[in-house]
């Protein structure tokens, strides 16, 4: 069974930094993409940056400029970078892997997310 589980997420001020990891189990991410997307009450869920199984990279234009994502094969972990946090960052974060056609999230697997809070 894959499971995604994603940590790191916590309270920041607005102006710091978290890393996030999502480790995967049961299946290697290494020649799969994996993705990062947000959701908050008050807005549907957004995509937030992919990384794909030869390292290239896709940002959205929201977090440009102050989140990365890499990834360490050996340890089949993901890591977004969030820097210079804002309160509009404020979202339950999530892992997905391996893009696929048929599933209506368009990623096979889902992790189950982590909280990230900006104060103001």
């Known amino acids: 069974q894959v499971q995604l589980a994603e940590s790191g997420g916590g309270l920041v001020q607005t102006g710091g930094s978290l890393r996030l990891s999502c480790v995967g189990s049961?299946?290697?991410?290494?020649?799969?993409?994996v993705a990062w997307y947000r959701q908050s009450p008050e807005k549907e869920r957004e995509f937030v940056a992919e990384?794909?199984?030869?390292?290239?990279?896709s940002i959205a234009e929201s977090v440009k400029g102050r989140f990365t994502i890499s990834r360490e094969h050996a340890k089949n972990t993901v890591y977004p970078q969030l820097n210079s946090l804002k309160p509009d960052d404020t979202a339950v974060y999530y892992c997905?892997?391996?893009?696929?056609?048929?599933?209506?999230?368009?990623?096979?697997?889902w992790g189950k997310g982590t909280q990230v809070t900006v104060s103001s």
């Open positions: 997905a892997a391996e893009r696929s056609v048929s599933s209506t999230r368009g990623y096979r697997y």
């Open positions: 049961g299946r290697t991410l290494s020649d799969v993409s």
């Open positions: 990384i794909s199984w030869t390292v290239a990279t």
